[in-house]
C-alpha cells in the first residue's frame, strides 16, 4: 500500500451505512449535472460549425476528461473527490482551497441559471415580468435548492435524476421540433458543407460554452461514500454518460439552428423561441403542449442546480470535517446527515451575487453572461491542480489499488492530463477576455477578474487559519 495522506480523511455519516447510488442513479446524477440546458442557447450562437466544434472537443478534451476523472474516481472513492484528489497530491492547503472554489462557484452561478428560469417563465407565461419580480423568483429558487440539498441524500438523488429525464426528453424534443419544422419550412440557417468548417474569426468567442458545458464528471465522486461499487461502477458511468451528453448536446443544438435564425437567437430565451416557432409551425393546435415542455424546462434549471449543490456542499463539508477548512463547513444536520450550515451559508452568497448583478445591470441578457463568466472563471480554476494530480499521485502513490488506468500507460499519464490542463487554460483566457457588446470592459473585468482575486483570497484565508487552530 502505498504512503497515505497525513490528514485524516472523514466522511459524513450515512444513514445506517447504506449507499444509496448505483450505476443507474450515478448515470443520471452525472447527466443531470453535465448535460446543462442553460448554455445550448448560447452555444449554438456559434452556428452550425458549432456542430463540428462539438465533436472536435468532445475528442481533445472530454474523452480525456473521462479517462483522467475515471482513475481518480475509482481509485480515490472518498466524500470530497476533487477535493480528495488534490489534497492528497498537494497537501491540505491546496485541497481546501481547491474545494473552497469549487463551491463558491457554485453560489455564483446558481443566479446565472435562475435568471434564465425567470426569464423564460416571463417570456411564455408572464410577459409583462418585471425584473424586480424576477429577481424575487430567483431569490426564492436559491433557498429552495438550499432546503432539498439538506434533506438526506436517499431523497435528495431524485431530484437529479428526474431533472435527467426531463432533460433528455425536452432537449430530444427541441432537436426532433427542431427537424420537423426543416422539414415542414426548411432550416432556418444553411447546413451546407461548408458551413460546418470551423472558422476562427466567428467562433473563438464561443468556444469556453462548448468546453464548460462538458463539465463536471468528477461530482458524482463528491459524494463517493453514497456510492454502491465505485470502483466498478464510476468508469461505467463515464462511458454511459458521456456518450449521451454529447449526442443529446448537439442534437439539441441542431433543433435550435433548425427553427431559429442566428440574429433571432437570444442566449436567455433561445431555447423556449426555439421550441414555441415549431410547435407553432409544426403542431399549431397543440398549445398546451408546449407549456407542458417549458415546465419540464424550468424544472431541469431547478434540478440542475440542486444536482451542483450537493456536489459542491459535500466536497465543502469534507474540508471542515478534515479541519483545512473553518468547522462550520462540517457541521451535519443531526436528523439528514449532510452539510446544513455549509448549504446555508451557500444560499447567503448566491443571494448576495443576487442582488448585486439586478442593481448593477438593466438587462437579464447581460445579468447572465456576467454572472455566468465570473462563476464560469472560479470554476475552472480548481481543475488546474485537478488533471496535474493524476501525475502526482501515480508517482507518490504508486502501490495503491486502481482499478481502471488510463489508457495508453506511462505516455497516456501525461497526454490526458495536459490535454485537459491545455483545455481549461486556454478557456480561462477567452473568458477572461471575451466581453459582452452591451457591458463596460472595465466594469466587466472589475466583476469578473475582482470577484475571481477576492475569492482565491477569502480561500486561502480561510484554510490558512483552519491550519493554525488546528496545529
Not at 446543462?36 to 468532445?58: E, F, N, R
Not at 482551497?97 to 457554485?106: D, P, Q
Not at 431533472?163 to 426528453?169: D, F, G, N, Y
Amino acid at each position: 500500500m502505498g504512503h497515505e495522506s497525513s490528514t485524516e480523511a472523514r466522511t459524513l455519516p450515512d444513514q445506517n451505512g447504506v449507499k444509496t447510488f448505483g450505476l443507474f442513479h450515478m448515470v443520471l446524477f452525472s447527466v443531470s449535472a453535465i448535460l446543462v440546458a442553460d448554455t445550448v442557447a448560447t452555444s449554438a450562437a456559434i452556428g452550425v460549425q458549432g456542430l463540428t466544434w462539438w465533436v472536435v472537443l468532445a475528442i481533445l478534451f472530454f474523452v480525456p476528461y473521462g479517462f483522467v476523472t475515471s482513475e481518480l474516481g475509482a481509485a480515490w472513492p472518498e466524500e470530497g473527490g476533487i477535493y480528495v484528489w488534490v489534497r492528497e497530491a498537494f497537501g491540505p492547503r491546496w485541497g481546501s482551497v481547491t474545494a473552497w472554489l469549487y463551491w463558491v462557484n457554485v453560489a455564483y452561478w446558481a443566479p446565472s441559471v435562475f435568471v434564465l428560469f425567470a426569464g423564460t417563465l416571463a417570456t411564455v407565461f408572464w410577459a409583462d415580468m418585471s425584473l424586480f419580480w424576477q429577481e424575487v423568483i430567483v431569490i426564492a429558487l436559491i433557498w429552495a435548492v438550499v432546503g432539498v440539498g439538506i434533506l438526506p441524500l436517499a431523497l435528495s438523488k431524485w431530484v437529479p435524476s428526474a431533472s435527467a429525464a426531463l432533460k433528455v426528453i425536452v432537449l430530444v424534443a427541441l432537436g426532433v421540433m427542431g427537424a420537423a419544422y426543416a422539414i415542414q419550412n426548411g432550416t432556418a440557417n444553411s447546413f451546407a458543407l461548408s458551413e460546418w468548417k470551423p472558422s476562427w474569426s466567428d467562433s473563438w468567442s464561443y468556444l469556453p460554452i462548448i468546453i464548460y458545458s462538458f463539465m463536471g464528471f468528477e461530482l458524482m465522486s463528491s459524494a463517493g461514500d453514497a456510492i454502491k461499487n465505485p470502483r466498478r461502477d464510476v468508469p461505467k458511468m463515464i462511458i454511459a454518460a458521456g456518450a449521451a451528453i454529447l449526442a443529446v448536446y448537439m442534437f439539441a443544438t441542431f433543433g435550435i439552428l433548425a427553427a431559429l435564425k442566428l440574429e433571432d437567437l437570444s442566449i436567455v430565451t433561445g431555447i423556449a423561441d426555439a421550441l414555441k416557432l415549431s410547435f407553432d409551425s409544426v403542431l399549431g393546435g397543440y398549445g398546451w403542449l408546449y407549456d407542458l415542455v417549458i415546465i419540464g424546462l424550468l424544472f431541469t434549471f431547478v434540478g440542475n442546480m440542486v444536482t451542483w449543490s450537493i456536489g459542491a456542499n459535500h466536497s465543502m463539508a469534507a474540508t471542515g470535517l478534515d479541519k483545512t477548512a473553518p468547522a462550520v463547513f462540517g457541521h451535519v444536520n443531526r436528523r439528514f446527515h449532510t452539510p446544513d450550515y455549509t448549504f446555508i451559508l451557500w444560499g447567503i452568497v448566491a443571494t448576495i451575487v443576487t442582488v448585486l448583478n439586478y442593481a448593477l445591470f438593466g438587462t437579464k441578457e447581460n445579468i447572465f453572461w456576467t454572472i455566468f463568466a465570473l462563476s464560469s472563471i472560479v470554476f475552472l480554476l480548481p481543475y488546474l491542480l485537478m488533471f496535474p494530480s493524476l501525475i502526482v499521485l501515480r508517482a507518490k502513490q504508486p502501490d495503491r489499488p486502481r482499478p481502471y488506468l488510463v489508457p495508453w500507460g506511462r505516455f497516456g499519464t501525461w497526454l490526458w492530463p495536459l490535454l485537459c490542463e491545455a483545455g481549461i487554460i486556454f478557456t480561462l483566457v477567452l473568458f477572461f477576455w471575451v466581453v459582452p457588446e452591451d457591458v463596460p470592459r472595465a466594469t466587466f473585468w472589475g466583476i469578473t477578474g475582482g470577484g475571481t482575486i477576492v475569492s482565491i483570497v477569502i480561500g486561502w484565508w480561510l484554510s490558512a487559519r483552519s491550519g493554525r487552530r488546528a496545529a
